[in-house]
């Protein structure tokens, strides 16, 4: 389990922590904001920020976001 603060609160999510953070925040949080759009990280439609930076959620994984 993996535990993270997402829009100001502590959020435990059992993914994988190899899975994108994308699909973590899509599928097991069920917040359907964060698109997908490449998948390649090029594009920027799944960009969220992580300690105040953009970063593209389809190619970071959910432990390395977990851990910050």
């Known amino acids: 389990m993996t535990e993270f603060n997402l829009n ?11 899975a994108p953070l994308l699909w973590v925040i899509r599928d097991e949080l069920g917040l359907k904001g964060t ?3 490449c998948g390649i990280g090029m594009c920027g439609a ?3 920020h992580v300690d105040g930076r ?3 959620s389809c190619i970071n994984r959910c432990g390395r976001g977990g851990r910050r």
Do not use: D, L, Q
């Open 35 to 37: 698109k997908f759009g």
């Open 54 to 56: 953009a970063t593209r």
């Open 8 to 18: 100001g609160r502590t959020v435990s999510v059992h993914s994988n922590e190899e």
């Open 46 to 48: 799944c960009t969220v």
